[in-house]
């Protein structure tokens, strides 16, 4: 009952910024869980970070830690990912994901993902 749609990827240096974007098309996006991923060229997908519903709380991976933030604005069903200090390591696909169930462990639905580049 949900799509996902992200946006903002591209081009960027390293060192430099980039706002990722997912808008969601469900009517009860306030009261999903929502996560980020990435799948690096020849690597598995591996988890970035996650807000709960309402945004109560954020969970974030070591390796973005300190650099990634993640954001949502339920008045326009969206949720962001404000990523600074961009590492070529930081370059791969990046999938949005909600979950309505209570452990954010389900992901239900997926966005067709956004490219991201970093170049050195």
């Known amino acids: 009952q949900v799509q996902l749609v992200e946006s903002g990827g591209g081009l960027v240096q390293a060192g430099g910024s980039l706002r990722l974007s997912c808008l969601a098309s469900g009517r009860t996006f306030s009261s999903y869980c929502v996560g980020w991923f990435r799948q690096a060229p020849g690597k598995e997908r591996e988890f970035v970070t996650r807000?709960?519903?309402?945004?109560?709380?954020?969970i974030y991976a070591d390796s973005v830690k300190g650099r990634f933030t993640i954001s949502r604005d339920n008045a326009k069903n969206t949720v962001y990912l404000q990523m600074n200090s961009l590492k070529p390591e930081d370059t791969a696909v990046y999938y949005c994901?909600?979950?309505?169930?209570?452990?954010?462990?389900?992901?239900?639905?997926w966005g067709q993902g956004t490219q991201v580049t970093v170049s050195s």
């Open positions: 807000i709960t519903r309402y945004g109560s709380s954020t």
């Open positions: 994901a909600a979950d309505s169930s209570i452990r954010c462990n389900s992901w239900d639905y």
